[in-house]
C-alpha cells in the first residue's frame, strides 16, 4: 500500500453516544466483517464489554476501501468511552493522524465529548465531528451543529449527520475520512521504527504487541530489539488486524498491526516502547505518560493456597492493562495479597470481573481508597477544603458546563450515581488530577472491646468521621458472630470515641441439637468447632472469624 493510500483513525464519543455501533457499520460497509444481526459490537471482544455494554480495551481493525479506483487501506482504532478509560483514549490517539468525533444528536455535547475533544486537539488530529442517532424522535441535529461551532469551533457545515443503527449516511464518513485525514507522515527507506501502543497476552503464543510503524518495514524472520529492555527477539509472526490476528508477510510504515516475537514476560513488553531492527538503532519515539492511579484497593486471595495462581493472573491482566498498579502487601485478616492502584472505580470493577471470568480467580477486594500525603506540621489546621467552583461554560440555552475542584475521595466512590440520579441521568462527568492539597483529615481506629483492629484502621474526613465509624461498627455488628461475653464496638479518633455499637454475649451450644448419646458424633461436633476456631483470629479476647473482615472490607 502506498502511504498516500493510508489513513489512522479513532472514534471518540462520550459513553453510548454509538462509537462501537458506528465502528460495526464500518466494518460492514468495508466487507471487513459480513452483515448479520449477530455482528453487534465486533470490536467489544472482552466478555465484561459486551456484558455491560461498554468498551473498555481500545481495538484496531484495518479495513479496506474502494474510493474513485483507488485502493485505500483504514486503520480503525477503537476507543473506551468511560472517564476511567481516557488512558486508553490518548495511547490509541498516538498511532492516528485523525478522529471521528460522535456526537448524540438527541443529548448534544457531554463531558466526555468535551475530554476527548481535548485529547485529539492536543495532539494535533484532525477531527471529524459526526452528529449520530438522527433518527431519533428527539434528534436535533441543528442545536447540536450549534453547540459543535461554539465549543469547539469548528464550521457546524463540516458536521456529518448519521445514524449508525440504520445505517443512514455512513459512507460519508469513510468519505470524509479519506479527504479530510492526511495519511501518516513515514519514512519507508529509514530502518525501522515501530511503536508498541498496546499489548494482550495469549496463553499459548505470549506478548502479542500492536504496533504502529513510523518508519521502515518488518517482517517475519526479523531481529528485533526493544529499546526499553536492549532485549533481541526474532519475529516470528506480523501481520493486521482484521479485526482478528491475519498473518501477512511484511509490515510497512504507516501500517498498524500486531507483531509475535517470542516475549513470554511481563516486562518484556511496555506500552509506549519503540522496537527497532538488530544492530539500526533508533532514536526512541516519545512513548507515553504512565497512567497515575487514582483508587487503591487490596486485593487478597480466597484461601491462601490460590497465592500463586492468583499472582500469575494478576501478572497477564496487567500486561493488558497497563494502567493498573501492583505492590505486594499483607494483612493480619486476609493474609498475603497485593495493593493494586486503579484509574477509577469502575475501572477496578472491571478488572476484578476480568479477573473472574478470563482467569478463574476468585478474590477478596478491599473498600477503595485514595491517596494522602501526610505532612507533620501545624498546617492540618488549615480548613478543609470542599469543592470550589472553577467557572461556567453555557453549552447552549439548556446545558452548562461547570467546572470544580473537588477532593478526589469524594468523587471516587458514588459521586457519579448520585448525580446521575440527582440529574435523572441528564448530567455528565468528567475529571482530571488536580494534585494534592490540604485537609483535615483524620485517623480512625475501630476497637473491639478497647483493643485496635489493625486491619481496619482509615484515613477519613474530620467531618465524615462520624457517620463513616458509625456505617463500619454496624457492618461489624452484623457480621460478628456473639461471644460469651458482650463485645464493644467503637470507632476512635485517638481516645475520642465517635461511634459505638454493642454484641451481646451468647453461648452457642454445638451439642444442643445432639439429643441422647453418640459420642462419636459429639466428638466430631466439637472437633469442627475447634477446626473452625483455627480460622479465627484473636483481638484481645474477641474471637473474630476471617469472613467477619471480609464482609467489613469487601466493597460489594
Ligand atoms: P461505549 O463503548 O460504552 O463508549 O458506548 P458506545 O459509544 O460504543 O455506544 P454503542 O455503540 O454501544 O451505542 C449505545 C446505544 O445507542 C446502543 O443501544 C445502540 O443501539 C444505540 N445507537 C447507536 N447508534 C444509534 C443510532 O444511530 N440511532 C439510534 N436510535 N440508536 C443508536
Given at each position: 500500500?502506498?502511504?498516500?493510500?493510508?489513513?489512522?483513525?479513532?472514534?471518540?464519543?462520550?459513553?453510548?453516544?454509538?462509537?462501537?455501533?458506528?465502528?460495526?457499520?464500518?466494518?460492514?460497509?468495508?466487507?471487513?466483517?459480513?452483515?448479520?444481526?449477530?455482528?453487534?459490537?465486533?470490536?467489544?471482544?472482552?466478555?465484561?464489554?459486551?456484558?455491560?455494554?461498554?468498551?473498555?480495551?481500545?481495538?484496531?481493525?484495518?479495513?479496506?476501501?474502494?474510493?474513485?479506483?483507488?485502493?485505500?487501506?483504514?486503520?480503525?482504532?477503537?476507543?473506551?468511552?468511560?472517564?476511567?478509560?481516557?488512558?486508553?483514549?490518548?495511547?490509541?490517539?498516538?498511532?492516528?493522524?485523525?478522529?471521528?468525533?460522535?456526537?448524540?444528536?438527541?443529548?448534544?455535547?457531554?463531558?466526555?465529548?468535551?475530554?476527548?475533544?481535548?485529547?485529539?486537539?492536543?495532539?494535533?488530529?484532525?477531527?471529524?465531528?459526526?452528529?449520530?442517532?438522527?433518527?431519533?424522535?428527539?434528534?436535533?441535529?441543528?442545536?447540536?451543529?450549534?453547540?459543535?461551532?461554539?465549543?469547539?469551533?469548528?464550521?457546524?457545515?463540516?458536521?456529518?449527520?448519521?445514524?449508525?443503527?440504520?445505517?443512514?449516511?455512513?459512507?460519508?464518513?469513510?468519505?470524509?475520512?479519506?479527504?479530510?485525514?492526511?495519511?501518516?507522515?513515514?519514512?519507508?527507506?529509514?530502518?525501522?521504527?515501530?511503536?508498541?501502543?498496546?499489548?494482550?497476552f495469549d496463553q499459548y503464543r505470549g506478548v502479542i504487541a500492536n504496533v504502529a510503524l513510523f518508519d521502515g518495514v518488518v517482517s517475519k524472520g526479523d531481529k528485533i530489539v526493544s529499546a526499553h529492555t536492549q532485549k533481541t527477539y526474532e519475529v516470528n509472526e506480523v501481520g493486521v488486524l482484521n479485526p482478528n490476528e491475519q498473518p501477512t508477510h511484511k509490515l510497512y510504515a504507516g501500517q498498524v498491526g500486531y507483531l509475535i516475537a517470542g516475549m513470554k514476560n511481563v516486562i518484556e513488553a511496555q506500552i509506549g516502547d519503540t522496537l527497532y531492527l538488530h544492530k539500526q538503532p533508533v532514536e526512541p519515539l516519545p512513548g507515553f505518560k504512565s497512567a497515575k492511579p487514582m483508587v487503591f484497593a487490596g486485593m487478597y486471595p480466597v484461601d491462601q493456597s490460590e497465592y500463586n495462581n492468583l499472582k500469575s493472573a494478576i501478572e497477564k491482566l496487567t500486561l493488558n492493562d497497563s494502567s493498573v498498579t501492583v505492590h505486594r502487601d499483607s494483612s493480619l485478616a486476609l493474609g498475603a495479597g497485593w495493593r493494586l492502584g486503579f484509574l477509577g472505580l469502575l475501572h477496578m470493577e472491571v478488572f476484578n470481573q476480568r479477573l473472574e471470568q478470563e482467569y478463574n480467580a476468585s478474590v477478596i477486594l478491599t473498600t477503595p481508597t485514595v491517596p494522602y500525603k501526610a505532612v507533620l506540621s501545624s498546617s492540618k489546621?488549615?480548613?478543609?477544603?470542599?469543592?470550589?467552583?472553577?467557572?461556567?461554560?453555557?453549552?447552549?440555552?439548556?446545558?452548562?458546563?461547570?467546572?470544580?475542584?473537588?477532593?478526589?475521595?469524594?468523587?471516587?466512590?458514588?459521586?457519579?450515581?448520585?448525580?446521575?440520579?440527582?440529574?435523572?441521568?441528564?448530567?455528565?462527568?468528567?475529571?482530571?488530577?488536580?494534585?494534592?492539597?490540604?485537609?483535615?483529615?483524620?485517623?480512625?481506629?475501630?476497637?473491639?472491646?478497647?483493643?485496635?483492629?489493625?486491619?481496619?484502621?482509615?484515613?477519613?474526613?474530620?467531618?465524615?468521621?462520624?457517620?463513616?465509624?458509625?456505617?463500619?461498627?454496624?457492618?461489624?455488628?452484623?457480621?460478628?458472630?456473639?461471644q460469651l461475653f458482650e463485645i464493644a464496638i467503637q470507632a476512635a479518633i485517638g481516645s475520642k470515641i465517635i461511634a459505638r455499637e454493642t454484641v451481646k454475649a451468647y453461648r452457642k451450644n454445638v451439642l444442643a441439637k445432639c439429643y441422647g448419646g453418640d459420642i462419636t458424633r459429639k466428638m466430631k461436633l466439637l472437633k469442627r468447632q475447634a477446626e473452625g476456631k483455627?480460622?479465627?483470629?484473636?483481638?484481645?479476647?474477641?474471637?473474630?472469624?476471617?469472613?467477619?473482615?471480609?464482609?467489613?472490607?469487601?466493597?460489594?
Open positions: 500500500f502506498p502511504v498516500e493510500n493510508i489513513r489512522n483513525f479513532s472514534i471518540v464519543a462520550h459513553v453510548d453516544h454509538g462509537k462501537s455501533t458506528l465502528a460495526d457499520r464500518l466494518l460492514e460497509l468495508t466487507g471487513t466483517i459480513d452483515k448479520t444481526e449477530n455482528n453487534k459490537q465486533v470490536l467489544d471482544k472482552l466478555q465484561v464489554e459486551r456484558e455491560r455494554g461498554i468498551t473498555v480495551k481500545a481495538q484496531t481493525a484495518s479495513l479496506f476501501y474502494n474510493c474513485e479506483g483507488k485502493q485505500y487501506l483504514l486503520n480503525l482504532i477503537d476507543t473506551p468511552g468511560h472517564v476511567d478509560f481516557s488512558y486508553e483514549v490518548s495511547r490509541s490517539l498516538s498511532a492516528c493522524q485523525g478522529v471521528l468525533l460522535v456526537v448524540d444528536a438527541n443529548e448534544g455535547i457531554q463531558a466526555q465529548t468535551v475530554a476527548n475533544f481535548f485529547l485529539a486537539f492536543e495532539a494535533q488530529l484532525s477531527v471529524i465531528p459526526v452528529i449520530n442517532k438522527i433518527d431519533l424522535k428527539n434528534a436535533d441535529p441543528e442545536r447540536v451543529e450549534n453547540q459543535i461551532e461554539k465549543v469547539f469551533d469548528i464550521p457546524s457545515d463540516e458536521c456529518i449527520k448519521i445514524s449508525a443503527k440504520l445505517g443512514t449516511n455512513v459512507e460519508s464518513v469513510l468519505q470524509a475520512v479519506i479527504e479530510r485525514i492526511p495519511p501518516p507522515k513515514v519514512h519507508r527507506k529509514n530502518p525501522l521504527r515501530a511503536l508498541v501502543f498496546d499489548s494482550t489546621l488549615i480548613k478543609a477544603r470542599r469543592a470550589v467552583q472553577k467557572n461556567m461554560i453555557f453549552i447552549d440555552q439548556n446545558r452548562v458546563m461547570l467546572k470544580y475542584l473537588f477532593p478526589l475521595n469524594e468523587i471516587v466512590v458514588d459521586f457519579y450515581d448520585s448525580l446521575k440520579s440527582l440529574s435523572s441521568g441528564y448530567a455528565s462527568f468528567d475529571y482530571e488530577d488536580a494534585g494534592y492539597q490540604t485537609a483535615e483529615l483524620v485517623k480512625m481506629d475501630i476497637l473491639l472491646n478497647g483493643n485496635t483492629v489493625e486491619e481496619l484502621v482509615t484515613v477519613v474526613h474530620k467531618d465524615k468521621a462520624h457517620s463513616i465509624g458509625k456505617a463500619i461498627c454496624e457492618r461489624l455488628k452484623d457480621s460478628l458472630p456473639r483455627k480460622k479465627l483470629r484473636k483481638i484481645g479476647n474477641v474471637e473474630v472469624p476471617k469472613d467477619a473482615f471480609i464482609k467489613v472490607l469487601k466493597t460489594r
